[in-house]
């Protein structure tokens, strides 16, 4: 069960986190080894608590630690006055920036961890590492303490995980990940947050390219072009064939659509493999035969996921949404062919299905953006090792066999290096 707490001034609710109460306490003049002492208590108290207050909060903490220390202690806890240490890292290239959080916990979250994992990991590292005195640490010893971080405390397959993901970033390769689903699904959403998350720069449309070919090609010379992808059948010549069900035109519609679009997204797809760039190809002509067309080059590691919306209230009530988020996109427009998108989602869960590929139904934001995450490493983990010595290697001869690494919390005071001049 997660704790969240509340701020009642400014009415917020976050994560109760134990990293962050554990920094709190150094910065009260407390050891890391009692800081996390005490911190791992108020953490089982809140155990069976879904929500509580951060004054509650304080007091809890403040009455263990007159129990446990002294009054001095209380009062620097409840009024701090410190200023937190700057720490540098130093990357293999000898650029120098300031520890963040923040990325620290991003890079976590692209291994597939969960959000408040991440950001309790990096609180923990981050406050290690101040109450030893650290202010200067190179970017693969910072990579070491973080993997046996995980490897101790959270568990060998988060670590595993870890180390799969450095040996991607390290090997250049680029990465498509091709987001399927019909109107309403969540596509751009989840494709710009995951864009965000694991810092790909470039996201394309289906629908812009369709745009385009839509300026280039008039709709007489080609009316399939230039309908919705629901609607698509309704240009056919086939429509009033009586032994094709309504379900049957929705798909050969939309499949006459895709064939065109598919010559724009393979070109997506080369361009990412000549520029070794990682991309997101996101739409509904996003049809799972793409797969076909990147398997073919080995450069390129090929991840497909499909959105959908498994009941037809939740459907029409993102229908109405879109059309209040974005006026241009008129909520009658698809209210009209509810029925007709409705059928085509089927018809793309069923290609999905059909072609192995991963469906995701969640209507949770934060989950399915979890989910698309965990794909991304599940295939990953199919072209790359994920080996501590050879991810690691060089740090590891430092500080230790990968067989018996030491302690993480031992190992951080040692990680200081020469000042950045």
Not at 258 to 282: D, F, G, T
Not at 309 to 318: A, G, I, T
Not at 361 to 375: E, N, Y
Request: aromatic content about 6%; some cysteine.
């Amino acid at each position: 069960m997660k704790t969240l707490v509340l701020n009642v001034r400014e009415n917020k609710e976050v994560p109760f986190l134990r990293g962050i109460l554990i920094g709190s306490l150094l910065d009260a003049g407390l050891s890391f080894e009692k800081a996390m002492e005490l911190a791992t208590i108020v953490r089982n108290e809140l155990a069976d608590t879904n929500r509580v207050t951060s004054e509650v909060l304080q007091e809890r903490v403040a009455l263990l630690l007159k129990e446990r220390f002294d009054e001095q202690l209380v009062e620097q806890y409840c009024s701090p006055a410190v200023v937190h240490s700057r720490i540098h890292v130093i990357c293999r290239e000898g650029i120098v920036s300031a520890f963040s959080r923040g990325q620290h916990a991003r890079y976590l979250q692209s291994t597939g961890m969960k959000a408040e994992k991440a950001e309790s990991a990096t609180e923990m590292i981050h406050a290690r590492l101040i109450a030893t005195g650290v202010t200067d640490i190179s970017s693969t010893k910072l990579a070491y303490l973080t993997y046996l971080y995980l490897l101790q405390e959270v568990g060998k397959k988060s670590a595993k995980r870890y180390l799969v993901w450095m040996e991607f970033r390290q090997s250049n390769k680029p990465l498509a990940l091709l987001i399927g689903g019909s109107v309403a699904a969540g596509k751009s959403t989840v494709a710009t947050e995951v864009a965000h998350l694991l810092e790909i720069v470039r996201i394309q449309s289906t629908d812009m390219l369709r745009e385009v070919m839509r300026m280039m090609v008039p709709e007489r010379l080609l009316p399939i072009l230039h309908t919705s992808s629901f609607n698509a059948w309704k240009t056919l010549p086939i429509q009033s064939d009586k032994k094709r069900t309504q379900d049957v035109l929705v798909a050969e519609g939309y499949r006459s659509q895709a064939e065109l679009l598919a010559v724009p997204c393979e070109a997506i797809l080369q361009r990412a493999v000549e520029e070794s760039v990682p991309v997101i190809l996101e739409g509904v002509h996003v049809h799972p035969n793409l797969l076909n067309l990147a398997s073919d080059d080995s450069e390129i590691i090929t991840v497909y996921v499909m959105l959908g919306v498994l009941k037809s209230k939740q459907l029409k009530s993102r229908l109405l949404g879109r059309g209040q988020d974005v006026p241009q996109r008129r909520a009658d427009k698809y209210l009209n062919s509810l029925d007709s998108i409705w059928s085509l989602q089927s018809y793309l869960l069923s290609e999905a299905d059909r072609y192995d590929v991963p469906i995701i139904t969640t209507p949770d934001r934060d989950k399915a953006l979890l989910q698309v995450v965990q794909q991304v490493n599940v295939e990953l983990a199919k072209h790359f090792n994920g080996t501590p010595s050879k991810v690691l290697g060089s740090v590891m001869n430092e500080f230790g066999q990968e067989g018996s690494p030491p302690p993480w919390h031992e190992l951080a005071p040692l990680m200081q290096v020469d000042p950045v001049q």
